[in-house]
C-alpha cells in the first residue's frame, strides 16, 4: 500500500495560505514598506510632541544661546536658547497639516474642474485654459505673491500652495474622464437614461482612484517642500510658530558657529518628503496592473 502524502506537502488553501500571499506581496513592494515606516515614524514623533519635547518649544533662555547638543538639550539651542530639539518636534505637526491639507484640497478641486472639462465638452476649453496659465507661473512664485498680499497664518499658507497644485490633479483627472467617458461601461450607462452625476460617482470616479491616490501623495511632499520654502523665505508660517522652514531660516546666519540649528530640522524635513515619494512610488506599483507582477 502506498503511504498518504505528507501534510507538509500538502497544497495551503484558503485562510492558510494568507499569511504567505501578505508576505509575498510586502516582499514586491519593499519601497512602500520603507515609505509607510517612514512616515509612521515621523508623525509619531509629531503627535506625540507634548510628551517627547523636553522644554516649551517657545522658553527664551539667552545665557544658554547657541549651545551645542548635550544631555540637557539634545540637539543644542538655537540663538535665542530655545530647544532645537523641543521646536523640531512640534515643527513636523505643520508640515504634516500643510501636506495633508494641500493634498485633499487640491484633489478635491482637481477631480471637480477635471470632471467637468472631461464630460462637459464646451467648458472643456476655458477651464483647461486657466489651469495651463496657473502652470505657467512656478508654484513657489505663485504661492509668495498670494502670500504678499494676504496676513501670514498658517491657513493662507494652506489655500496659497493649494492653488498652484490644482492644475496638476485637473489635467491627470481629465486625461482620465477623456478616456473612461469613450468606454462600453460609460456608454451603456448612458444608453439606459443614467444621469451624469451618478455615472461619475458609480462609474468614473472608482476607475480613478489608484492614480489619484499617488498623485495626491506627490503634492503633498511637494506641499511641505514649499512650505518650508515660504518659511525659510520668511513669508510662511509666523515666525514665532515651530517649523522646520523657520528654524532653518533662523539659523542660516549662525551656520558657521551653530550648524546643528539647521541640521536637525533639514534631516528631518528630507526624511519626511523621502518618506511620501517612497509611498507614492509604492503604491503606484502597487496600484497599477502594469507594472505590478504577478504572485
Do not use: C
Amino acid at each position: 500500500m502506498s503511504a498518504a502524502p505528507p501534510l507538509a506537502q500538502a497544497h495551503l488553501t484558503g485562510d492558510a495560505a494568507a499569511p504567505i500571499r501578505r508576505w509575498r506581496w510586502l516582499r514586491k513592494h519593499p519601497t512602500l514598506i520603507i515609505g509607510v515606516l517612514l512616515l509612521v515614524l515621523v508623525a509619531a514623533l509629531s503627535l506625540a510632541a507634548p510628551w517627547l519635547a523636553t522644554h516649551d518649544p517657545q522658553d527664551l533662555d539667552p545665557l544658554a544661546r547657541l549651545q551645542p547638543p548635550s544631555a540637557e538639550h539634545y540637539m543644542g539651542t538655537d540663538a535665542l536658547g530655545r530647544d532645537v530639539y523641543s521646536r523640531a518636534v512640534w515643527g513636523g505637526r505643520v508640515s504634516l497639516v500643510v501636506g495633508i491639507a494641500v493634498a485633499v484640497l487640491a484633489t478635491i478641486a482637481g477631480v471637480f474642474l477635471g470632471l467637468v472639462a472631461g464630460f462637459v465638452r464646451w467648458a472643456d476649453g476655458p477651464i483647461m485654459r486657466f489651469m495651463d496659465g496657473l502652470m505657467a507661473i512656478p508654484g513657489i512664485l505663485l504661492a509668495i505673491a498670494l502670500m504678499a498680499v494676504t496676513r501670514a497664518s498658517l491657513t493662507t499658507v494652506i489655500v496659497a500652495i493649494t492653488i498652484p497644485e490644482i492644475p496638476r490633479v485637473a489635467r491627470l483627472v481629465r486625461s482620465l474622464a477623456l478616456t473612461l467617458r469613450e468606454q462600453l461601461f460609460v456608454e451603456a450607462a448612458h444608453a439606459v437614461g443614467t444621469r451624469l452625476p451618478t455615472i461619475l460617482w458609480r462609474h468614473v470616479l472608482p476607475n480613478m482612484m489608484a492614480p489619484l491616490i499617488v498623485q495626491a501623495t506627490f503634492v503633498a511632499a511637494s506641499a511641505v517642500l514649499i512650505e518650508a520654502s515660504l518659511s525659510f523665505l520668511g513669508v510662511g508660517i509666523p515666525a514665532q510658530t515651530p517649523s522646520w522652514g523657520n528654524m532653518m531660516a533662523e539659523g542660516r546666519n549662525f551656520v558657521a558657529v551653530a550648524f546643528h540649528i539647521i541640521l536637525y530640522p533639514g534631516i528631518l524635513l528630507a526624511l519626511t518628503v523621502l518618506a511620501i515619494n517612497l509611498l507614492g512610488d509604492g503604491l503606484r506599483d502597487a496600484l497599477d496592473p502594469r507594472l505590478a507582477r504577478q504572485l
